[in-house]
Nanobody
Framework: VQLQASGGGLVQPGGSLRLSCAAS????????MGWYRQPPGKQREFVAT???????NYADSVKGRFTISRDNAKNTVYVQMNSLVPEDTAVYYC??????????????WGQGTLVTVSS
């Protein structure tokens, strides 16, 4: 099982980016999926999560600016990031609780994608 994240890059303050993370391999779907981030010199922190049925939860710092979504058919999770500020600069990691058999799930992490917000 692999999680492949993409979509990071350099963006100016006030700009937008959309991150994607696709799960692949011999899987039976995903339960919760989501994103964490690690700013430079800081610990990894929660960003957002979404359940299989679409229930979402956000960190206070991104509420109203970020929107998490998913495509269950593609086992892919997205995060649309708007009104970006320099404090959003971080390596963004996706995770997913993957059903590796119909009755067993395991947590997997993507490799991280760098988002830099700077003028």
């Amino acid at each position: 099982v692999q999680l492949q994240a993409s979509g990071g890059g350099l963006v100016q303050p006030g700009g937008s980016l959309r991150l994607s993370c696709a799960a692949s391999g011999n899987i039976f779907g995903a339960n919760d999926m989501g994103w964490y981030r690690q700013p430079p010199g800081k610990q990894r922190e929660f960003v957002a999560t979404i359940s299989r049925v679409g229930r979402t939860n956000y960190a206070d710092s991104v509420k109203g600016r970020f929107t998490i979504s998913r495509d269950n058919a593609k086992n892919t999770v997205y995060v649309q990031m708007n009104s970006l500020v320099p404090e959003d600069t971080a390596v963004y990691y996706c995770y997913a609780d993957i059903r590796v058999t119909p009755w067993l799930s395991r947590e997997y992490w993507g490799q991280g994608t760098l988002v830099t917000v700077s003028s």
